[in-house]
């Protein structure tokens, strides 16, 4: 058995205008969370449905655990939750559960007793058991949580979610990240598309950065942050930037890129500035310094320094 | 993949028929088959001659006993409906020309009086010229009545004329109550064939019902497509099972309701049409009846027995193979064009070509039922997408061959192959596509990159 959970080989995906996806090759370790970063319109939701055999690319191979991703049964042992989520309204939660499962490859009797656990997990049974009632008369929250059961009930050795922090509530956002660990620690892996590079950073063992539908670079996220090398200071400021302040931190001399947050600042610097000197003229410009800490950048930082603004192919939307 | 065909055929059927719609159209249909059938039957019953036409006097001024000959015809009479211990009988009055307004005055009084005559027939010298006769009653404008009352009139007044000629009585009897009736029987190459009538009544029948269930249920399939497409489940749906799969478990969940709603159908219309028919019946003539095969109510009886046990067993099989022939080969037409748009209006418009396929196919029964072997249906016959409603309904007209029916079915099949084919193609791509309606350039250009 290969101890990768995806293998993607060469993989190239065209659609009449452009490429949506060109020369992409990447692995995803057995066990890790994986992280697929990008900008939208960058090719990571083509990359997903052709890991799940829904578009078929034009050119290299995808295997899942070692086996070709178009073999009988193979994405049985995977669960999706696509950015577009979605169930049939007009039909019984527990019936459509039970149908997804089904599909899936799961015997009615067995999906009956999970459907039963999970409900009770996600509480949804309570005063009311939410199985026996029809998708549309739940609300917004509760339908995000059948759709994750639907995703994890057949017990999928490999979790593919697709931009699943969209649309969230807190609550579930926060559910949703304890799951994910839960997955990593039973060992599963997880695979997570998603532009908003916070939950990433602190969710991912290893990430892949796509752009244009190519890859920017990939790796586990230390080694990322360490090869981006540590040139980069935060600094807090307690009443914002005032006077001369805001023109030391922009200075051309020393600073590369200013990340302005208004309090708060990423600075990156010139290879050859010294750190100390800004602390100084920091200070003889009268600035009120909370922090100051050199640091690995942030995978927010590597993303705009690798992509940039640029990094959104013109005239496409929608999906990455 | 097998196995999830059946999976997704599962849920189409039990989600449908377990819907409160499904059963509302599984019972009304047929109550409104079998109203819209029953209607003539029962106005057909009502309109045949009652007995209220035996409660009558006649007022005779012939002076040649025409009075008691027509009493005597009314009692006699077979297809006036009789009611069992109805003792009352016609009164003849034989009274002299200069006494028949005064007698007329005295039937007229009667007849206002509650639950005396319904009316007074006068009989005068101009009735035995065999010019006119004249009746006033609660019934006169009781069509049925009328009738039978005009007709016995008539054929009295023509056997007395005759006798008074001097022909032989027993001619004269056998003459008056020859009951002429024009019966057709359809003759085919293989031999009698139920009558004319039925071939066409079952003709269009099954013609109708063909057309109707499959655009009924192809908009369905139409519908549950762009449902899965809206409501966004059709992704995670796919992730599991390839398009094809769906397409295909969609088309035989919907068309396995069409059938088993088919069969509800025939099974209500029989049961309402053998069982309660002729409750209706007797309830239109007020008590029991004894109607006669001759009358009215008979023959609405028999075009009733010819629309359905007029239809041969065979008809029925190869209609129901075309059903699931032409059921398929649109149905799965009617889910690309569902998967092709992201709402209802733009929906009807995407399937216009569907429906234009259809409807130039029924357009086209009129002249096959006017001439079933002409070279229009033999064509017809032989079309993938009319076939499956011109089959059925030439094989109520007309003589089909085995050996063309199984060659048109094999020709329609392979139709369905290539709907299949193109259909999946456009749907593989088309359910995970939102924005705007597609052109037909984009469409064409779905089946080459699928």
Redesign the interface.
């Known amino acids: 058995m290969s101890d990768l959970a995806i293998d993607i080989r060469n993989v190239v995906k065209r659609y009449d205008q452009h490429v949506a996806v060109r020369d992409l090759s990447l692995q995803v370790p057995r066990g890790s969370v994986y992280g697929l970063l990008g900008p939208n319109g960058a090719g990571k939701t083509t990359t997903i449905r052709m890991i799940l055999d829904i578009i078929l690319p034009d050119a290299g191979s995808i295997s899942i655990f070692g086996r070709p991703n178009t073999e009988s049964g193979i994405l049985n042992s995977v669960g999706y939750l696509p950015e577009e989520r979605g169930l049939y309204k007009k039909m019984q939660v527990r019936r459509v559960l039970l149908f997804l499962a089904e599909l899936k490859g799961i015997r009615p009797t067995d999906a009956a007793k999970r459907i039963d656990e999970w409900l009770a997990r996600f509480s949804l049974v309570g005063e009311r058991n939410w199985g026996d009632a029809r998708v549309d008369e739940l609300s917004r929250g509760m339908q995000q949580k059948v759709q994750f059961i639907a995703t994890l009930l057949h017990d999928p050795d490999l979790v593919i979610l697709d931009e699943p922090f969209s649309g969230l509530d807190p609550i579930n956002a926060q559910a949703l990240k304890d799951a994910v660990l839960e997955l990593k620690q039973r060992g599963k892996t997880v695979i997570f598309s998603t532009h908003v590079m916070d939950n990433a950073e602190k969710m991912c063992d290893s990430v892949c950065i796509i752009a244009r539908g190519e890859k920017v670079l990939d790796g586990g996220v230390a080694a990322v942050k360490k090869s981006a090398g540590s040139r980069n200071i935060a600094v807090s400021l307690a009443g914002g930037a005032q006077n001369g302040v805001s023109a030391v931190l922009r200075d051309p001399t020393f600073v590369r890129r200013c990340d302005d947050n208004n309090n708060y600042f990423e600075l990156e610097l010139f290879p050859n500035a010294d750190a100390q000197l800004l602390l100084r003229r920091l200070i003889d410009a009268g600035a009120n310094i909370e922090r100051f800490e050199l640091m690995q950048p942030s995978l927010h930082q590597i993303f705009l320094q690798r992509v940039g603004a640029s990094g959104v192919e013109k005239g496409m939307s929608g999906h990455g | 993949?097998d196995n999830?065909i059946f999976?997704?055929a599962k849920?189409e059927y039990l989600?449908r028929v377990r819907?409160r719609t499904f059963l509302a159209f599984t019972l009304v249909i047929p109550l409104f088959i079998a109203a819209v059938t029953m209607f003539p039957l029962y106005i057909a019953a009502k309109s045949g001659a009652s007995t209220a036409i035996r409660h009558v006097t006649i007022i005779d001024a012939t002076g040649s006993g025409l009075g008691d000959r027509i009493a005597h015809a009314l009692m006699t009479d077979s297809t006036i409906a009789r009611i069992p211990n109805d003792t009352v009988t016609p009164r003849v009055e034989n009274v002299s020309a200069a006494d028949v307004p005064a007698r007329e005055q005295a039937a007229a009084d009667e007849v206002k009086l509650p639950d005396h005559i319904t009316g007074y027939l006068v009989l005068t010298d101009s009735t035995l010229a065999g010019k006119s006769a004249r009746y006033s009653g609660r019934n006169a404008s009781t069509i049925g009545d009328m009738d039978k009352l005009r007709s016995l009139v008539r054929q009295e007044v023509m056997v007395s004329r005759l006798e008074r000629e001097g022909v032989r009585k027993d001619i004269v009897n056998d003459l008056a109550t020859s009951n002429f009736r024009l019966s057709s029987e359809r003759l085919t190459e293989r031999g009698r064939g139920g009558s004319g009538q039925a071939g066409i009544f079952a003709g269009i029948s099954v013609g109708l019902l063909l057309f109707m269930s499959i655009v009924f249920h192809g908009q369905n399939v139409l519908r549950g497509v762009l449902?899965?497409k809206s409501?966004?489940?059709?992704?995670?749906?796919?992730?599991?099972?390839?398009?094809e799969s769906l397409l295909a478990g969609k088309v035989l969940g919907v068309g396995g309701v069409g059938l088993t709603q088919q069969a509800a159908w025939f099974a209500i219309s029989a049961y309402l049409m053998n069982f309660l028919g002729p409750v209706i019946l007797k309830a239109a003539t007020k008590g029991a009846v004894t109607a006669s095969a001759t009358s009215g109510s008979g023959a609405a009886n028999a075009a009733l027995g010819a629309s359905f046990g007029g239809m041969a067993l065979s008809i029925v099989a190869v209609s129901l193979m075309f059903f699931v022939i032409g059921f398929v080969f649109y149905a799965s037409l009617y889910a690309a064009a569902g998967s092709m748009v992201n709402s209802e209006q733009e929906a009807q418009q995407a399937a216009m070509p569907v429906m234009l396929l259809l409807m130039s196919t029924w357009l086209m029964v009129n002249p096959v039922l006017i001439n079933p072997n002409s070279k229009l249906a033999i064509v017809l016959t032989w079309l993938p997408w009319s076939s499956p409603i011109m089959v059925p309904l030439r094989m109520g007209l007309t003589t089909v061959s085995p050996a063309v029916i199984a060659g048109s079915a094999l020709v329609a099949v392979f139709g369905c192959i290539a709907s299949i084919w193109l259909s999946a193609r456009i749907y593989r791509v088309g359910m995970?596509m939102?924005?705007k309606k597609p052109s037909f350039s984009e469409v064409a250009?779905w089946i080459r990159?699928a």
């Open positions: 993949m999830k999976i997704v849920r989600e819907s449902e899965e409501s966004r489940v059709a992704e995670v749906v796919i992730s599991s099972v390839k398009p995970l939102y924005g250009k990159y």
